[in-house]
T-cell receptor, first 112, second 113 residues
Framework: DAGVIQSPRHEVTEMGQEVTLRCKPI?????LFWYRQTMMRGLELLIY????????DSGMPEDRFSAKMPNASFSTLKIQPSEPRDSAVYFC??????????FGQGTRLTVV | KQEVTQIPAALSVPEGENLVLNCSFT??????LQWFRQDPGKGLTSLLL?????REQTSGRLNASLDKSSGRSTLYIAASQPGDSATYLC????????????FGSGTRLSIRP
């Protein structure tokens, strides 16, 4: 397996634009997590899914953020409209049961 | 609310030394605990996973211990090498296998040749 795949790796966008981040989890994994990492706040859990169902989205900072998992092999995190304070590295991770978590390489988002 | 703390935030030691990284958590009702490594500009790699019923796990020069009752875990690195330089994060999984994973802020480790 190629591991957790995130795209794009880098995204630069202007304030107010819509941004969509994508994640393909490892095949067979039943839980998927979206994290945001900044120097100031470290790794923050935004939302996680179990069997494609959102379980806890209490970490989503505002209504501007939304996440979907239409099937077991794909998830998106959307920011609309984007703001400079959304600049961060966004990670996706997947897990099978109680096993180790596998992380993607992340998407570095810069909002100017 | 579960909080995970790692002290120190940064550590620099000469090559060859044995070292210990610390992690503490406020709620002992965890399902498991993982130690991760993160290299600059990269994603996280899981090094060791300890289930709540276990006391320790070993992989090569790494040994992780877990004391649920005191809310502590340690990562022991033997005979450190410059290639061990990275940020090490611990994370706890709450309640069950389908629950959130909460991370500490990490310890940035530098091994001096």
């Amino acid at each position: 397996d190629a591991g957790v795949i995130q795209s794009p790796r880098h995204e630069v966008t202007e304030m107010g634009q819509e941004v969509t981040l994508r994640c393909k989890p490892i095949s067979g994994h039943n839980s998927l997590f979206w994290y945001r990492q900044t120097m100031m706040r470290g790794l923050e859990l935004l939302i996680y899914f179990n069997n494609n169902v959102p379980i806890d989205d209490s970490g989503m900072p505002e209504d501007r953020f939304s996440a979907k998992m239409p099937n077991a092999s794909f998830s998106t995190l959307k920011i609309q409209p984007s703001e400079p304070r959304d600049s961060a590295v966004y990670f996706c991770a997947s897990i099978q049961g109680s096993e180790r978590a596998f992380f993607g390489q992340g998407t570095r988002l810069t909002v100017v | 609310k579960q909080e995970v703390t790692q002290i120190p935030a940064a550590l620099s030691v000469p090559e060859g030394e044995n070292l210990v990284l610390n992690c503490s958590f406020t709620d002992s009702a965890i399902y498991n605990l993982q130690w991760f490594r993160q290299d600059p500009g990269k994603g996280l790699t899981s090094l060791l996973l300890i289930q709540s019923s276990q006391r320790e796990q070993t992989s090569g020069r790494l040994n992780a211990s877990l004391d649920k009752s005191s809310g502590r875990s340690t990562l022991y690195i033997a005979a450190s090498q410059p290639g061990d330089s990275a940020t090490y994060l611990c994370a706890v999984s709450l309640y069950s296998s389908a629950s959130k994973i909460i991370f500490g802020s990490g310890t940035r480790l530098s091994i001096r040749p």
